[in-house]
């Protein structure tokens, strides 16, 4: 059983910049395929980033490439979502997912572990 813990998140004005980090326990980290989502008040959880087993495959949502970069340092079971030129639309609580399909996704049912999320606020 994979465990996920984010952390860094907090309050940035717009244009500032933040890393979240995502560590994972219990399980062996590059069996699997990570992803960041998001969920800002009152919407549904969307997408944000991913990246495949290796590192080497990344997929990003139309509304943040280009902003953002997801990494990962498998001998550390770490995974990084860097964000840069926020937005105020950028606010949520932002989640760590892990699947171990063969394919990268972006479909949420695909996901079979979560983190408890970081909440990620940008002021004007």
């Known amino acids: 059983q994979l465990q996920l813990v984010e952390s860094g998140g907090g309050l940035v004005q717009a244009g500032g910049s933040l890393r979240l980090t995502c560590r994972a326990s219990?399980?062996?980290?590059?069996?699997?395929?990570m992803a960041w989502f998001r969920q800002g008040p009152g919407q549904e959880r969307e997408f944000v980033a991913a990246?495949?087993?290796?590192?080497?495959?990344?997929q990003y949502a139309d509304a943040v490439r280009g902003r953002f970069s997801t990494s990962r340092y498998n001998f550390g079971n770490t995974v990084w979502l860097d964000m840069s030129n926020l937005k105020t639309e950028d606010t949520a609580v932002y989640y760590c997912?892990?699947?171990?399909?063969?394919?990268?996704?972006?479909?949420?049912?695909?996901?079979?572990?979560w983190g408890q999320g970081t909440q990620v606020t940008v002021s004007s």
């Open positions: 219990g399980g062996t980290f590059d069996d699997y395929n």
């Open positions: 990246v495949g087993q290796a590192g080497s495959i990344r």
């Open positions: 997912a892990a699947e171990s399909g063969v394919l990268l996704t972006q479909d949420k049912a695909r996901y079979e572990y």
